[in-house]
């Protein structure tokens, strides 16, 4: 099955993690674009639109709880959540703000990008299962 090219938006702080990630995202031909900031992730979302907005829990100017809570009304697009923390407090948080996947990392990018995929086909329209029978 083939998912058709979606257009990400990763908002990460950290160089080490998402280089990788969107490394891996765009091997699997999806369009990533990367920002380490939460005020300039917001001016890409009013400029352009995503199918997945990844945001990580520290940002460089904000933490992630934060960037999701600010820009919940301005982005219409799914919002996956990356954290170090992993509490249950954060958790029922970020499901309040309306995120529809939490990760716990560490998590390599192969693994992210297997969750990213089923989210994609998860959220296929009218998806119809080709199957034939053997023999």
Same mark, same amino acid.
């Given at each position: 099955? #083939?998912?058709?090219?979606?257009? +990400?938006?990763?908002?990460?702080? *950290?160089?080490?993690?998402?280089?990788?990630?969107?490394?891996?995202? #765009?091997?699997?031909? $999806?369009?990533?674009?990367?920002?380490? $900031?939460? @005020? @300039?992730?917001?001016?890409?979302?009013?400029?352009?639109?995503?199918?997945?907005?990844?945001? *990580?829990?520290?940002?460089?100017?904000?933490?992630?709880? $934060?960037?999701?809570?600010?820009?919940?009304?301005?982005?219409?697009?799914?919002?996956? &959540?990356?954290?170090?923390?992993?509490?249950?407090?954060?958790?029922?948080? %970020?499901? *309040?703000?309306?995120?529809?996947? &939490?990760?716990?990392?560490? +998590?390599?990018? %192969?693994?992210?990008?297997?969750?990213?995929?089923?989210?994609?086909? @998860?959220?296929?329209?009218? &998806?119809?299962?080709?199957?034939?029978?053997?023999?």
């Amino acid at each position: 099955m #083939n998912v058709s090219p979606k257009n +990400i938006l990763l908002i990460d702080g *950290n160089k080490k993690e998402r280089l990788p990630i969107a490394m891996m995202l #765009n091997r699997f031909g $999806h369009q990533v674009r990367m920002t380490t $900031h939460g @005020e @300039e992730a917001k001016k890409c979302i009013q400029r352009e639109d995503f199918d997945l907005v990844i945001v *990580n829990d520290e940002l460089a100017d904000m933490t992630g709880l $934060h960037f999701i809570g600010q820009n919940k009304r301005d982005c219409n697009a799914k919002v996956l &959540y990356l954290s170090a923390k992993g509490s249950v407090e954060e958790f029922v948080q %970020v499901v *309040n703000l309306g995120a529809f996947e &939490y990760v716990r990392k560490p +998590i390599s990018p %192969v693994q992210f990008a297997v969750i990213v995929c089923d989210f994609f086909i @998860e959220n296929l329209k009218g &998806y119809q299962l080709e199957t034939k029978a053997c023999g």
